[in-house]
């Protein structure tokens, strides 16, 4: 069984900047796509930013311009770059991943298959 592996989460202040990693086995990586979503406290997942298996990327407009995701091919990590972050920030963020040979497109939409799930890192924004 593949897995996913989610690490970078912490505090920082307004402003601030965090960089979160998604390591993935070999077996999910290549020709995934993967992506970021997030959960804050009563509310509903959200979906983030996403990376096709040919880097083509996609965001939720609450975060362009401001989070960037780019993928390390030589070590099977995914990467979310935040700056400028915001209390609104706040949240437990999952990487997740499909095949891409699912025919899907690399995006948060309800019928996308992401079947690989990391465990969670909380990020807090204090002001």
């Known amino acids: 069984q593949g897995q996913l592996v989610a690490s970078g989460g912490g505090s920082a202040q307004t402003g601030g900047s965090l960089r979160l990693s998604c390591a993935a086995s070999?077996?999910?990586?290549?020709?995934?796509?993967m992506g970021w979503f997030r959960q804050a406290t009563g509310k509903e997942r959200e979906g983030v930013a996403f990376i096709d298996n040919v880097s083509r990327t996609t965001y939720a407009d609450s975060v362009k311009g401001q989070f960037a995701i780019s993928r390390d091919n030589t070590n099977n990590t995914m990467h979310l770059q935040m700056n400028n972050l915001t209390p609104e920030d706040t949240a437990v963020y999952y990487c997740a991943a499909f095949s891409s040979a699912s025919g899907y497109g690399c995006d948060p939409k309800p019928d996308r298959p992401y079947n690989y799930w990391g465990q969670g890192t909380q990020v807090t924004v204090s002001t």
């Open positions: 070999e077996n999910i990586y290549g020709d995934y796509c």
